[in-house]
């Protein structure tokens, strides 16, 4: 244990920054999987455990899928949805 927090810690980074590293990398892969190029072209951002999803999407479907898509990845205690459907 001492020596996985003296790892962190030499990495520059919190504990905290670094589980929201990997919850922006779980909810970029899994959006990148989906079947829709424009998610892939989202912005995502994650401060303890809020996901801030941002960007443009042709539809409105493509938004709900993106969003919908957010809150089934774990570690996801809420998302700020800032995705703008372009017409």
């Given at each position: 244990?001492?020596?996985?927090?003296?790892?962190?810690?030499?990495?520059?980074?919190?504990?905290?920054?670094?589980?929201?590293?990997?919850?922006?990398?779980?909810?970029?892969?899994?959006?990148?999987?989906?079947?829709?190029?424009?998610?892939?072209?989202?912005?995502?951002e994650?401060?303890?455990?809020?996901?801030?999803?941002?960007?443009?999407?042709?539809?409105?479907?493509?938004?709900?899928?993106?969003?919908?898509?957010?809150?089934?990845?774990?570690?996801?205690?809420?998302?700020?949805?800032?995705?703008?459907?372009?017409?």
């Amino acid at each position: 244990m001492v020596e996985m927090l003296l790892a962190q810690r030499m990495n520059g980074r919190s504990p905290a920054e670094q589980a929201d590293s990997e919850l922006v990398r779980r909810v970029t892969s899994f959006l990148n999987s989906r079947s829709m190029p424009g998610l892939r072209r989202l912005s995502i951002e994650a401060h303890h455990g809020t996901v801030t999803l941002s960007g443009r999407v042709r539809s409105f479907y493509e938004k709900q899928v993106a969003t919908h898509s957010c809150r089934r990845v774990a570690g996801v205690r809420q998302l700020v949805d800032k995705v703008d459907v372009q017409y």
